[in-house]
């Protein structure tokens, strides 16, 4: 989806590492999302966030940081990298609820953790 | 436990011939059923979501059908064609009125000439 702009789209970088990864929307949604997908397994939520001023967890935060600088921007952060962080990361972003509305998601971003 | 779960995993059709993929879920409450499709390198892109009330729902040549009740949904597949090869995500949010989902694996369509 092209309202929703994921970088970079690939990353290889060294165990220890701070690596941003960043996402913009031009959908005007509140709601967006950060996610991985690991071969084999579902996507995972990783960080939430409803607006600006409210970030929420998901079901695996840890080891991630997000941060929402405005309402079209949401970055996530790997403070110090590890191998098991390797994985395909989606932002996705929402209007409003997801009661009967559906997520829409970039294109990806593929992260290399040597 | 909340699951949701795919059948098959892999499927392999020739061009022009119908599929159909099955997903069973155990999330309970349950709100709203979604089918997505994710193409090799893209993002899911949603095709369509069924709420409690809806039997069957119609995208263009995907037809979704949902049996509250047992707990199924199919997604069918009409005269395949060569862009359909993708995989197919079933995905139940949580409970009503709530930003978390539960994916299933996929099903990985391949479709050949």
């Known amino acids: 989806d092209a309202d929703v702009t994921q970088t970079p789209r690939n990353r290889i970088t060294k165990t220890g590492k701070r690596i941003m990864l960043e996402c913009s929307q031009t959908?005007?949604?509140?709601?967006m999302y950060w996610y991985r997908q690991d071969p084999g397994l579902g996507l995972r939520l990783i960080y939430y966030?409803?607006?600006?001023?409210?970030?929420n967890k998901g079901e695996i935060s840890d080891g991630y940081s997000v941060s929402r600088q405005a309402q079209a921007k949401f970055s996530l952060s790997l403070e110090s990298a590890i191998p098991n962080q390797t994985a395909l990361y989606f932002c996705?972003?929402?209007?409003?609820?997801?009661?009967?509305?559906?997520?829409?998601f970039g294109d990806g971003t593929r992260l290399s953790i040597l | 436990k909340n699951q949701v779960e795919q059948s098959p995993q892999s499927l392999i059709i020739l061009e022009g011939k119908n599929c159909t993929l099955q997903?069973?879920?155990?999330?309970?409450?349950?709100?709203?059923l979604r089918w997505y499709k994710q193409d090799t390198g893209r993002g899911p892109v949603s095709l369509t979501i069924m709420t409690f009330s809806e039997n069957t729902k119609s995208n263009g040549r995907y037809t979704a059908t949902l049996d509250a009740d047992t707990k199924q949904s199919s997604l069918h597949i009409t005269a395949s064609q060569l862009s359909d090869s993708a995989s197919y995500i079933c995905v139940v949010p949580l409970s009503y009125n709530t930003d978390k989902l539960i994916f299933g694996t996929g099903t990985r369509l391949q479709v050949f000439p």
């Open positions: 996705a972003t929402s209007d409003h609820g997801t009661e009967n509305r559906p997520q829409h």
């Open positions: 959908k005007g949604h509140d709601r």
């Open positions: 997903c069973n879920y155990t999330v309970s409450p349950f709100s709203n």
């Open positions: 966030s409803f607006d600006v001023k409210d970030i």
